[in-house]
């Protein structure tokens, strides 16, 4: 069974950073993507970055220049490094996996990840 398990929010002061994990767990496809997606209360969940098999990385641009999403095949790990931390990122942050084809907008679409995280809270102060 798939199961991805994020870890690595808290509470940090504007400017701060943060690095999150999320483990893999039961997930053979060799072909895939995966994604982080963050929930503010009362919004909609929203995509932040991705990574493909392929090595290919994409970033949403309200974090380009911040953050950097990485892995770790030999731990089944994903990695957001989050730099020059804002007010505006806070959230509740989440991992997903999906197939392999994704691209362009598609990435940032949740109705295409067939597995999530239990999420992680990110709370960033001014």
């Known amino acids: 069974q798939v199961q991805l398990v994020e870890s690595g929010g808290g509470s940090v002061q504007s400017g701060g950073s943060l690095r999150l994990s999320c483990v893999a767990s039961g997930y053979t496809y060799s072909s895939y993507c995966m994604g982080w997606f963050r929930q503010a209360p009362g919004k909609e969940r929203e995509g932040v970055a991705f990574?493909?098999?392929?090595?290919?990385?994409s970033l949403a641009d309200s974090v380009k220049g911040r953050f950097t999403i990485s892995q770790d095949n030999a731990k089944n790990t994903m990695y957001l490094q989050m730099t020059s931390l804002k007010p505006e990122d806070t959230g509740m942050y989440y991992c997903?996996?999906?197939?392999?084809?994704?691209?362009?907008?598609?990435?940032?679409?949740?109705?295409?990840?067939?597995?999530w995280g239990q999420g992680t809270q990110v709370t960033v102060s001014s």
């Open positions: 997903a996996a999906g197939p392999g084809w994704l691209y362009g907008a598609g990435l940032a679409d949740i109705n295409e990840y067939d597995y």
């Open positions: 990574m493909c098999d392929t090595g290919s990385t």
